[in-house]
């Protein structure tokens, strides 16, 4: 059974830096790329970044650019999202999400973790 | 950026309904369109790619078409399960954009 679960959020301080995890299992991590989606309170979805099966393309949302880092593990089955110098509009719940392998979308999500930027 | 927009923004149903959720890109993204399903308080759960293609274990009542700028999502017969907010999302190129959105509500 493929499932990723992320951890990692939590109350920040407005510049105050977070790094979230996304544990998977059930499936061989490092085949498939994995991309982070947000939603903040009452709002829609908003893609955050994509990394590739090997880690060697990462692409980023203009609105977290230089900010926010995608990296992962696959010795660890382990995608993460290291957040930087962080705002009131990072508010948001993150999921974690598989992409598919024959298709740029998303297959399999994770079940979110909330961050809350705010002094 | 290709901005994704649906319609209609809510929708009032009946079980038993058939009902359909456009959306529509900004410019042609052949069919690198996905659609997702997301309760309150849950995760999104994703049900169509490649703009009528079922992810594996989404009831066959889920059907999706289009191409270009123009798609639809159709729910053949709405269950009670069904009732949720719905999200078109384009992959043809970064970044990555979803619609705003369709909340589909018990009439």
């Known amino acids: 059974e493929v499932q990723l679960v992320e951890s990692g959020g939590g109350l920040v301080k407005p510049g105050g830096s977070l790094r979230l995890s996304c544990v998977v299992s059930?499936?061989?991590?490092?085949?498939?790329?994995m991309h982070w989606v947000r939603q903040a309170p009452g709002k829609g979805l908003e893609w955050v970044s994509f990394?590739?099966?090997?880690?060697?393309?990462?692409y980023s949302s203009e609105s977290v650019e230089g900010r926010f880092t995608t990296s992962r593990d696959n010795a660890k089955n382990s995608l993460y999202l290291q957040m930087n110098s962080l705002r009131a509009e990072d508010t948001a719940v993150y999921y974690c999400?598989?992409?598919?392998?024959?298709?740029?979308?998303?297959?399999?999500w994770g079940q979110g973790t909330p961050v809350t930027v705010s002094a | 950026d290709i901005q994704m927009t649906q319609s209609p923004s809510s929708l009032s149903a009946s079980v038993g309904d058939r009902v359909t959720i456009t959306c529509r890109a900004s410019?042609?993204?052949?069919?690198?369109i996905a659609w997702f399903q997301q309760k309150p308080g849950s995760a999104p759960k994703s049900l169509i790619y490649?703009?009528?293609s079922l992810q594996d274990g989404v009831p066959s009542r889920f059907s999706g078409s289009g191409s270009g700028t123009d798609f639809i999502l159709t729910i053949s017969s709405l269950q009670p399960e069904d009732f949720a907010t719905y999200y078109c999302?384009?992959?043809?190129?970064?970044?990555?954009?979803f619609g705003q959105g369709t909340k589909l509500e018990v009439k």
């Open positions: 490649g703009a009528s």
């Open positions: 059930g499936f061989t991590f490092s085949g498939y790329s």
């Open positions: 410019r042609a993204i052949p069919t690198y």
């Open positions: 990394i590739s099966g090997s880690g060697s393309y990462i």
């Open positions: 999302q384009q992959y043809s190129e970064y970044p990555y954009t």
């Open positions: 999400a598989r992409k598919r392998l024959t298709a740029g979308t998303v297959d399999y």
